[in-house]
């Protein structure tokens, strides 16, 4: 992890921080089964944690905060490839800092393949027709300075500049076929509704954790942070085609109206979607090697276990008010910054909250009673069972780590590896802000 100084504008270099680089980080590329060794070096001025989000790994190899490095220090580990065929990334987790740190550059892919991705006739030729989309929104000063200013923190760090791949207008040239895009949200705070601008089908393949069974056509897909989705966009037509966020649909603002009545301010992210972003235009090369084919059936077989009514139930509440009616009595409530919590609690690094036992499946039930939160668990892949009462969609009933709770969510988890009293895992909302202001909790497994 160094500092240095990318052009995320054009034209104007900033200060960021980057592994092996600048900014960002190189693609990590692994194969199920293998072992994984990476070593972390501090270069920077202060301590940074770094975690890798979606893999299925002990708590003492998972890089959450009480895994911080110190300046001129280092973490070497090595990492057991366990799980399937995903994308996976890696990022700061640092106590109350996850915010910044991410911001100014520190993220990256992880991509692990395994034996059905290989044999898939998918796209699979990276950054050919098997592209990273990392998106990201950022705020630049006057001089063209990364700025990391909050205004509203309830809201979180919202920028007004789309960066894709560490750059500004990105776009790319594509085959004249089939082509995948991994895309991550990577933003702190916003939420992406995206598709394209000619409104043209795509297929969404896989989720957080894995392939879902089948493709599912969409028109478009809502991402919040921490999210990663990978589609299948069919440009064999040759046509250009530009990548957009939002804007809002009808339907969110009739459902917003809906539930005003009922006491929730719900959607409240959908409706900062606001106007329309350039996330990334595609051009289309009729040299670059196409892939033809339509996509296969079945991609994968999800084993989704039958929800058994003795299975151990823990609710989840998000807080973002410091208040006696729902508020957070955690150990900021002194504090004049704003807390915000989990079941009354703020993330407290003496405090385990949860205690879970290895290898039993569970039902977590979350709750938000103020705004949309995407609620995110270390050290697994969960199942959806519903989301706002309705059942999951079909296009989210694949393995995932991170879950929109607009209003409430259920989800299905089991837990294969253990984390301990001094490496349990996290859960927490991914707004990174929320994060770093205590909507986190610690939980270990034995
Ligand atoms: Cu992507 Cu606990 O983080
Ligand atoms: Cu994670
Ligand atoms: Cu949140």
């Not at 280092?74 to 994308?87: D, F, G, H, K, N």
């Not at 776009?171 to 992406?192: D, E, I, M």
């Not at 539930?259 to 090369?285: A, H, S, Y």
């Not at 209003?407 to 707004?431: G, L």
Request: charged share 25%; with cysteine; glycine share 10%.
């Amino acid at each position: 992890m160094t500092r240095g100084q990318f052009e995320l504008l054009p034209g104007i270099m900033t200060p960021t921080t980057g592994f092996n680089g600048s900014y960002l980080g190189p693609t990590v590329r692994v194969r199920e089964g293998q072992n994984l060794p990476i070593t972390y070096r501090n270069k920077l001025s202060e301590a940074v944690a770094v975690h890798g989000h979606g893999l299925h790994v002990p708590g003492e190899l998972d890089g959450g905060p009480q895994r911080a490095i110190e300046p001129d220090g280092s973490w070497s580990l090595e990492l057991p490839i366990r799980q399937q065929a995903s994308t996976s990334w890696y990022h700061p987790h640092t106590h109350r800092k996850s915010g910044p740190q991410t911001y100014n550059g520190l993220a990256g892919m992880i991509i692990i393949d395994d034996e059905n991705s290989d044999d898939l006739p998918i796209p699979k030729t990276y950054g050919v027709d098997d592209i990273p989309v990392i998106i990201q929104d950022r705020r630049f000063d006057d001089l063209g300075r990364l700025d990391y200013s909050i205004e509203d923190s309830e809201d979180g760090m919202i920028g007004d500049t789309i960066i894709t791949n560490g750059v500004a207008n990105a776009s790319r040239r594509v085959p004249a076929g089939l082509v995948r895009l991994r895309l991550l949200n990577g933003a702190n705070a916003r939420y992406f509704r995206l598709r394209f601008d000619d409104n043209r089908v795509f297929h969404k393949i896989a989720t957080d954790g894995g392939f879902l069974e089948e493709p599912v056509p969409i028109r478009e897909l809502v991402m919040s942070p921490g999210e990663r989705n990978e589609v299948v966009v069919d440009f064999s037509d040759g046509n250009p085609a530009m990548l957009v966020s939002g804007p809002r649909i009808q339907a969110v603002d009739d459902e917003r109206r809906r539930d005003e009545g009922n006491g929730r301010r719900r959607n409240r992210e959908f409706g900062r979607l606001g106007d329309r972003l350039e996330i990334l235009q595609f051009t289309v090369d009729s040299e670059l090697p196409a892939i033809r084919e339509s996509l296969p059936r079945q991609l994968n077989s999800i084993m989704r276990p039958i929800v058994q009514s003795g299975w151990p139930v823990r609710r989840f509440d998000l807080f973002m008010k410091n208040n006696r009616r729902t508020g957070v009595f955690g150990v900021f409530q002194h504090n004049t910054e704003m807390s915000m919590g989990i079941n009354r609690q703020s993330m407290d690094m003496r405090v385990i909250n949860e205690r879970v036992r290895l290898g039993e499946w569970e039902r977590w039930v979350i709750n938000s009673f103020d705004g949309s939160h995407p609620f995110h668990v270390h050290g697994c892949s969960f199942l959806v069972v519903s989301q706002n009462e309705r059942p999951v969609a079909a296009e989210d009933a694949g393995w995932k780590d991170t879950v929109r709770v607009d209003d409430s969510a259920e989800i299905i988890v089991r837990f294969d590896h253990k984390a301990t009293d001094e490496f349990p895992y996290m859960y927490h909302c991914h707004i990174l802000e929320h994060e770093d202001r205590g909507m986190m909790g610690q939980f270990t497994v034995a």
